[in-house]
């Protein structure tokens, strides 16, 4: 399956790995359990759980690709990796301030898939579709299909960077821009770099963490070739989602010198503890990233029952301050509509 970059790819432990695991990425995506029956006879949840799955998966689908249920617990509804992935009767809730697009994204888009919301940076969405479903994203209910753009419309975008000389740095987002195709991918960037005033560009990627094997000889190629300077922004928000798989993913990145980075959501029952906040920076210390954002949870309808509240979050975070080195401290954020940056808290 791999061609390419073979000593960037070895993997001691390739041969041990479930035979599901060893499959191209694309089709570890493309075979992601869809159904929230099959999500709970394979961990052995208790019947119970179903038509609480089904009515969340009825408001968001359910994706879980093998390689990231093979992290998660048989048996125990309440591991903190499923609590993430699991669809639950609480996401019919409505819950007050709660909303659809709480980041009022559509009031930004000056291009299709183009949000131009901070100076000097501009996030465009690479690619609609995510390797996992997070049942607590504030795009859950996003618009996608208006925001799918074809070649020609990336002609557009491309040409609003081009006019703003402020922009400095491209960020591609999503969905998940790493679910798009290399040749996909590989033609979007060598355009951006033949932008002069570009300097960086940045990823926000949850599919290294989801479906290590997304960092293959083919994108490690594209992104080893181009003039920007690389900046990975990895979402992982508990320290068991790091396995030997990802840790290995990270090195290969690290290998070609992108910067990597982390943002984490704080969530309800996920990593709501200042033991498991600090095993988690101690753990991407290990696997060579550094923590970036803490963010709090953005007030997306169906995901209340993730919520910590502010004082709450701010008490972790003091906690947190006297168990780590500094350099492995995330900033505790929240976004705020119409805000120049992300906003400390
Ligand atoms: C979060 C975000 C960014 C990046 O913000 P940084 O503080 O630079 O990480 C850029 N554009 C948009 C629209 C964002 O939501
Ligand atoms: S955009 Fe990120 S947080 Fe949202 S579902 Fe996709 S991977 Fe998960």
Redesign the pocket.
Known sequence: MITRSPALLQRPDREARPLALAAPWQTQLSRAIRDPHELCRRLGLDDAWLPGAEAGHGLFEVRVPEAYLARIRPGDPHDPLLRQVLPLAAEAASASGFVDDP?AEAD?APAPGL?H??RG?V?LIASPACAVNCRYCFRRHFPYEDNSPSRAQWQQSLGYLREDASIREA?LSGGDPLAASDRRLAWLVERLEAIPHLKRLRIHTRLPVVIPDRIDGALLDWLAATRLQRVMVLHINHPGEIDDAVVAACERLKQIGVTLLNQSVLLRGVNDDVGTLAALSERLFEAGVLPYYLHVLDPVAGAAHFDVPDNEARELVAGLREMLPGFLMPRLVR?IPGEA??TPL
């Open positions: 980041l930004h949000i919301k901070y940076r996030l960020i976004e940056s992300k």
